[in-house]
């Protein structure tokens, strides 16, 4: 399990776009401020490609 460590009230934002996205993340820790990421055994490098795209896409929407 991954997790990253976010601003409480941007996490949940970045959660729920990622979920509009089809990327599925749980949102944990003490503050639910944490992006949890389980990823398959079977990661390939394309699905870290496409995982960090599309976080990098939500993170730059949600600044604006």
Same mark, same amino acid.
């Given at each position: 399990?991954?997790?990253?460590?976010?601003?409480?009230?941007?996490?949940?934002?970045?959660?729920?776009?990622?979920?509009?996205?089809?990327?599925?993340?749980g949102?944990?820790?003490?503050?639910?401020?944490?992006?949890?990421?389980?990823?398959?055994?079977?990661?390939?490098?394309?699905? =870290?490609?496409?995982? =960090?795209?599309?976080?990098?896409?939500?993170?730059?929407?949600?600044q604006?």
């Amino acid at each position: 399990m991954w997790g990253i460590e976010l601003d409480p009230a941007f996490a949940a934002g970045i959660y729920e776009t990622m979920k509009d996205k089809h990327i599925l993340v749980g949102l944990g820790g003490q503050k639910k401020n944490v992006l949890r990421v389980m990823p398959p055994m079977c990661l390939q490098k394309h699905d =870290i490609d496409d995982f =960090i795209s599309v976080l990098d896409d939500t993170m730059a929407e949600s600044q604006k």
